[in-house]
C-alpha cells in the first residue's frame, strides 16, 4: 500500500502548522499531489501532523479496517435486523468481503479517509430521531468533503428538519472555524479552487462527468452534457432516495443517495463508492 494520499494528509497539516498561506500552493509526499480537502479538513489533520509518516500509515489502515464491521452492523440495523450477535457475525462477514472490494482496497492502497466519512455518515443516519444532535456527522463529513452535502436535502425532504437543521449549522461552523485559523486558505479554497477541474477525464473518474468526457471526446464542450445529466440524474436519485426512506427503506434511501452525490459530482475517484459496503 503506497498510501499516498496519507502522506498529502500529514503533509496538509504540517502546512497549516508552518506555512498555512502555501496550503493549496505546495505539492505534498513523495507523489507531489496538491491538497484538495476543505481548510478544517487540513485543521483536523494539523492536530496529528506531529507524528511519524510510518505511524499515520498503520493508524489509517487500522482504523479502516476497523470501522468496516462498525458500518456493516449500523447499516443492518438501518435495513431492520434486531441488534444482537447474528448481526454482529453478519456484520464481520460483510467486513470480510468488503477488504475484497475494489474501493475498500483501493482506499488502503491510497491510504484515503473514504471509510471515516462513510462512518459519520452512517452513524448519523443510524441514530434515533430523539437524539437531538443527530445531523453533527454528517455536518462534519461535509467539512472535510464536500460530497455529503447531499444528504442534508435528503435529511429535509425525509421530514427530519432538525436533523438537516443540525447538518447545516455543523457544517457552517467548520467553514466559519477554517475561515477565522486559516483566512488565506478558506479564501483560496471557497473562491474557486474546490471547483478546479483535474483529471476529469481519468478512467477511475467514475462520475456522470468522467463517462461523458470519455465517451464524447468533447474536452470543454463536455461540460454542458454533465450540467444537464447531472441536473436529472440528481432530481431522480434525490425523489427516488427520498421515496425509498419513506415507504420504510432507509439503507435503500440512503444508498440511493450516495450514489446519487457521487454520481452528479464532477470528480468521483472509484474508491469514494465505499457505500457498496
Known sequence: WRQIDTAVYRGGGIAV???PTMLYALGFGPAKLSFIYAPFAALLFA????????TWQVGLAVL????????????????????GLARAAAAF????????????????????????????????????????????????????????????????????????AVSALTFAVTVGLGFALLPHASAVYWGGQFARPSKHFHLNNQSLNGVILRLTHAGPD???????????????????????????H???????????????SPITWSHHYVYVI
Open 17 to 19: 502548522r508552518n506555512q
Open 222 to 248: 463536455a461540460h454542458a452534457y454533465w450540467l444537464v445529466a447531472a441536473v436529472v440524474v440528481g432530481i431522480a436519485g434525490l425523489a427516488t432516495s427520498i421515496l425509498a426512506s419513506r415507504r420504510g
Open 64 to 83: 479502516t479496517i476497523g470501522l468496516l464491521p462498525v458500518v456493516a452492523y449500523l447499516s443492518l440495523g438501518l435495513a431492520g435486523r434486531p441488534a
Open 93 to 164: 462477514a460483510i467486513a470480510a468481503v468488503g477488504l475484497w472490494l475494489e474501493p475498500v482496497a483501493m482506499t488502503l492502497f491510497f491510504g484515503q479517509i473514504n471509510l471515516v466519512l462513510l462512518a459519520l455518515v452512517v452513524g448519523d443516519l443510524a441514530l434515533p430521531d430523539r437524539i437531538k444532535g443527530r445531523g453533527i456527522g454528517i455536518g462534519l463529513a461535509a467539512g472535510i468533503k464536500l460530497t455529503p452535502l447531499i444528504f442534508i436535502p435528503y435529511l429535509l425532504f425525509t421530514r427530519r428538519v432538525r436533523a438537516a
Open 47 to 54: 492536530a496529528g501532523s506531529g507524528a511519524s509518516f510510518a
Open 250 to 264: 432507509e439503507l435503500l434511501g440512503l444508498v440511493a443517495c450516495a450514489a446519487t452525490g457521487l454520481l452528479v
